[in-house]
Structures are given as C-alpha cells and as structure tokens.
T-cell receptor
C-alpha cells in the first residue's frame, strides 16, 4: 500500500485552458474526497464520492469544475476555462467505508498555477 | 461539523514537549476529534483521533477534556521535523459523514 497518489504534482497553465488532475486512492478505500487549499489557509472541501457516486458538492465547485470516479477507483478533477483565482493546491483524500471512524488519508496534492 | 479554534502559532524548544490546544465547544456526542499536520508543500498527514478517552500512538498523545469541549495534542519530544501546521478538526462518525472542515490551524515552530 503506497498511499494516495496524485498526478501531476505541479501544473502551470494559461488562463482559459482546461486542466485535469488524477487521484488514485488507497486500494479498497470506498470514499474519495477533493479539497482545495490556497496559501495560508486550511484545505477547503470540494466534493466526495462513495464508490462511483458523487454524494456531496461544495458551493466552491463552480460549473467549470467537474469530478468523476467512473469505476469507483481513481478519480479525475477537471477545471475548464481556468482563471487566475483557480491557482491553488488541489488535494485528494480517501477513507474506508465504515459505520464509525472514517479517517481520511491525504495525497501529496497537485499545485496549479494559472498565468 | 463543529467549528474549532486554535492559536495561530506556537514555538517549542527541540526535545521538549509541544502541547497544542484546540477548542471545540459545540462538538456533538457523535463527533470525533482528529488531528492532522501539514509540512510545507505536502498533503495533510493524519496524526491521531479520539472520541472521549485519551489516546496515544507512536506519533502523539491526545487529551480530551471530560466535557469534550477542548483537547490537547501532545508531541512528547519535539524535533525540528515536527515544525508544521497542525489542524484540529471534528467530524461525525455516521455513514453520511463526508467533508472535513479545516480551520487555519496552529503553526508550530520547533527551535534548536
């Protein structure tokens, strides 16, 4: 078990371009979460999946953002028509499905810079 | 999820215990207290969690007050590598629990 992985680790793009990030959760973790973190702030929740179902979306997730988890394993987060305000660290986390404790384990993040 | 309050920054001498406080006065009975830390430019790292009893693992100890309105994370022998932002969050245990709500955390600086 190598933990949560995210690719790419860094992305620089021009305003208006589309970008896609990938997250591979810990194997057998049913739940997968996306967060965004800007400099000096704590992570902010974007959305989460249980298996392939997207169960909750934050108001931060504008229409330009879309997340998928087609087979209940890896997930992608796409940002269309990027804006400079999208520059941030995008974090992915996973947790096992359980009735009680659901500890989230985070990946290293993808740092996005929109020029 | 309940809101937490943490001091923005703390210093600690290397080799001494670091005690990081967290207030969560609106915590409800089915919410756990979790601690994470984030070293510069990395993802948050899980440290420890608890419900009402004190907990200890290889990284830290967690002391939760009897009324559960506050807790303290203890790093017994802080090293320079423990310099990080420490986040205290509370999160429900039910099966619909999704997001974690992070505040701005406490920046712990361990000094030689």
């Amino acid at each position: 078990d190598t933990g949560v992985s995210q690719n790419p680790r860094h992305k620089i793009t021009k305003r208006g371009q589309n970008v896609t990030f990938r997250c591979d959760p810990i194997s057998e973790h049913n739940r997968l979460y996306w967060y965004r973190q800007t400099l000096g702030q704590g992570p902010e929740f974007l959305t989460y999946f249980q298996n392939e179902a997207q169960l909750e979306k934050s108001r931060l997730l504008s229409d330009r953002f879309s997340a998928e988890r087609p087979k209940g394993s890896f997930s992608t987060l796409e940002i269309q028509r990027t804006e400079q305000g999208d520059s941030a660290m995008y974090l992915c986390a996973s947790s096992p499905e359980a009735g009680g404790v659901q500890t989230q384990y985070f990946g290293p993040g993808t740092r996005l810079l929109v020029l | 999820d309940a809101k937490t309050t943490q001091p923005p920054s703390m210093d600690c001498a290397e080799g001494r215990a670091a005690n990081l406080p967290c207030n969560h006065s609106t915590i409800s009975g089915n919410e756990y207290v979790y601690w994470y830390r984030q070293i510069h430019s990395q993802g948050p790292q899980y440290i420890i969690h608890g419900l009402k009893n004190n907990e200890t693992n290889e990284m830290a100890s967690l002391i939760i007050t009897e009324d559960r309105k506050s807790s303290t994370l203890i790093l017994p022998h802080a090293t320079l590598r423990d310099t990080a932002v420490y986040y205290c969050i509370v999160r429900g245990m039910n099966t619909n629990a999704g997001k974690s709500t992070f505040g701005d955390g406490t920046t712990l600086t361990v000094k030689p």
